[in-house]
């Protein structure tokens, strides 16, 4: 079992950056890999970032690539998810999620039901 908390959200304008952080305690070296999903209002959960367990390895969902960058701390304790040109259309609810069976990023990314454990989750509001 693991436990994931996320914070870092807020209320910002269009253009400006937020960083997410996650929490990780309880089992995290059966952590395999890492990503951070996305639900917005009315719409479905969508996976934006993934991260290998080494940290060496990340991928991203089109509609945020080249914007958002997810990073680990070297203790691995803490996943970060750092937010640029933020949009109106990236308001959701943010949660960091765990993979304890070793999928691919590439299907981790396409997958947001794979995941074993997932945190509460952080509110993003981005107003125009």
């Known amino acids: 079992v693991v436990q994931l908390v996320e914070s870092g959200g807020g209320s910002v304008q269009a253009g400006g950056s937020l960083r997410l952080s996650c929490a990780r305690s309880g089992n995290i070296n059966s952590v395999q890999s890492m990503g951070w999903l996305r639900q917005g209002p009315g719409q479905e959960r969508e996976v934006i970032a993934v991260?290998?367990?080494?940290?060496?390895?990340?991928d991203y969902a089109d509609s945020v690539k080249g914007r958002f960058t997810i990073a680990q701390d070297n203790a691995k304790r803490t996943l970060f998810l750092q937010m640029n040109a933020l949009k109106p259309e990236d308001t959701a609810m943010y949660y960091c999620a765990a993979d304890f069976r070793g999928f691919s990023l590439r299907w981790l990314l396409r997958h947001p039901d794979s995941y074993n454990f997932r945190g509460q989750g952080t509110q993003v509001t981005v107003s125009s």
């Open positions: 991260i290998n367990r080494g940290g060496e390895e990340t």
